[in-house]
């Protein structure tokens, strides 16, 4: 655990010195953005706050398996060397900037993944890894089916190429429509399962029950950020100017994802099939932020409020499921009924856990709560008012099974002086760090909010 927490003070050191010295102005945001490899990889400030949010994200999970790691037996370095190997696939995504790189950083992000969904080596988790990988796989050709669409119809495999394809030859994207169509409908099928969005939604809750909680952690944050990078970049750069509404599909399919990932969620027993549901209906608050797209004017808020967003979700997410596989060890179950009396077993763990549970539903002053606020202003300065609508009342609905898990905690059981929950303290440090960044993003959230409006700017509409 230490060597790999030491070897991603490199990247990071690395990382926080690109962004130092990237130009900010918006002016000069040509200067900003460096492509190598003939348009194949980008460095700029948007894939850089993708980085940071990629290597915080991993270094919390590190730092939060460290108990599970020892208790379980699995090989430590085969268990923290994958992790490290899907975090580079993720920071390589966030950068790509052509259709070949995107299919290689997708592959590279998600075949860790299924490894270390199924390392745990009994029947849940063998079950958990043999579908993400079906799935994975499933999505991935289907994706390659729309990309391969794009390229014949434009001509180009780099974003910026796609862009002048479609568009220059006007009479070419009105004659071959409905090839163009079907094109971004597979790529979106593929992007979908990515995200865990509404109709492709059904992997996540036997994947979130049956791989260990830390990987849980971890696939459910920066796997999630890293691909909603690969949208944006995709539809804000190479799909903008295209004479197609794509903004109203991500609209329903947002929609769609809240209302149904929450009312699936109110009926769940076990905890980790909760958060499976709940990840999706964050999927679709997130995607509020897609489709929040200027009509006309250039200008969208939409774009920095997904990122945004995306920080303060990986902190409470990241807080949770790891108070989570605590709590479960030392009870010995995932069920909810479970957990009663657990503020008496660790007084501590069911605090962060009320705190991130009270986060992920908006509550302030949390940093969820002010993502939701710039999401949904977004949405409707955009002309999406019955979206933001929705949002509001797909948040309400998800206060009762996020309280009924608090409630359980404080409630009194028969075997509440049984022995307390005992964390080490990486642990411990990872838990109440992800927290304490959950309560600040709601306190003090200019900072990140002026360096997600830096990066937003690279799409080319200032957020």
Known sequence: MALALVGLTVPMVLAILLWLNLNESPLEIAISSISVLHGSF?????????????????????????????RSGIPAGEYFGLMLLAASGMMLLASAGNLITIYIALELTALPLVALSALSLNSKSTEAGAKFFVISALSSAIMLYGMALIYGLSGSITLEGIAAG?????????????????????????????????????????????????????????????????????????????????????????????????????PQ???????????????????????????????????SSLLFYLVAYAAANLTALLAINQISDGVGSDNIE?????????????????????????????????????????????????LAVVGVVNSVIS????????????????????????????????ILTSAAVTIYLGIGPSKLLGAAENAAKILGIPG
């Not at 909760?274 to 797209?293: C, D, E, K, N, Q």
């Open 166 to 266: 479609l568009v220059s030859n006007t009479s070419g994207v009105q004659s071959g429509s409905l090839g163009l169509v079907v094109a971004l409908t597979l790529t979106i099928v593929g992007f979908g399962f990515k995200l865990s969005a509404v109709p492709f939604h059904m992997w996540v809750p036997d994947v979130y029950e049956g791989a260990p909680t830390p990987v849980v952690a971890f696939l459910s944050v920066a796997s999630k950020a890293v691909a909603f990078a690969l949208v944006l970049r995709f539809f804000y750069i190479g799909l903008y100017d295209v004479p197609i509404n794509w903004s109203v599909l991500f609209a329903v399919i947002a929609a769609i994802s809240m209302t149904i990932g929450n009312l699936l969620a109110i």
């Open 338 to 386: 479970d957990y009663a009396g657990v503020a008496y077993k660790s007084p501590m763990l069911a605090i962060v856990l009320t705190l991130s549970l009270m986060a992920l539903i908006g509550v302030p002053p949390t940093g969820i709560f002010i993502a939701k606020i710039y999401v949904f202003t977004a949405a409707v300065n955009n002309g999406l008012m019955w």
């Open 399 to 430: 206060v009762y099974y996020y309280l009924r898990v608090v409630r359980v905690m404080f409630r009194g059981s028969s075997n509440q002086h049984v022995e307390k929950i005992i964390s080490g303290m990486p642990v411990k440090v990872a």
């Open 269 to 303: 027993s076990n905890i980790k099939r909760l958060f499976g549901y709940s990840t999706i209906a964050h999927a679709g608050y997130i995607m509020v932020g897609v489709a929040a797209v200027s009509d006309g004017d250039g200008l969208s808020a939409g774009p």
């Open 42 to 70: 980008n460095l700029d400030k948007f894939s850089l706050f993708f980085n940071f949010l990629v290597i915080g994200s991993v270094a919390v999970a590190i730092m939060g398996s460290d108990d599970y790691v020892r």
